[in-house]
Nanobody, 125 residues
Framework: QVQLAESGGDSVQAGGSLRLSCAASGDMRNTYCMAWFRQAPGKEREGVAQVHFGSGRTDYADSVKGRFTISHDNAKNTLYLQMNTLKPEDTAMYYC??????????????????WGRGTQVTVPS
């Protein structure tokens, strides 16, 4: 079983930066991808960014390309999301997720079996 715990959420002004962290524990041997998703009130949960462990490949949602960077520290078993040039539309609960199968490039929610509880990011307009 994999446990995920997000941290780093905060309220930050538009144009500012924030870094989210996700500490992973448990049996990570069968983890192939990790990702960040987000969910705003009244909206579906959407994929933000993912990293493929084998290749190191990263995928991003169009809305965050060039502003967000996903990375993973193997030694610390921690996933990060560096968010720059934040916008009010980035306001959401951000969730960390881990997949036990190879991931496609499409950031499909159903490909992820393990989820954290989320951390809130607020960018006031």
């Amino acid at each position: 079983q994999v446990q995920l715990a997000e941290s780093g959420g905060d309220s930050v002004q538009a144009g500012g930066s924030l870094r989210l962290s996700c500490a992973a524990s448990g049996d990570m041997r069968n983890t192939y991808c990790m990702a960040w998703f987000r969910q705003a009130p009244g909206k579906e949960r959407e994929g933000v960014a993912q990293v493929h462990f084998g290749s190191g490949r990263t995928d991003y949602a169009d809305s965050v390309k060039g502003r967000f960077t996903i990375s993973h520290d193997n030694a610390k078993n921690t996933l990060y999301l560096q968010m720059n040039t934040l916008k009010p539309e980035d306001t959401a609960m951000y969730y960390c997720a881990a997949a036990n199968l190879q991931c496609t490039k499409y950031l499909y929610r159903h490909e992820y079996a393990h989820w954290g509880r989320g951390t809130q990011v607020t960018v006031p307009s």
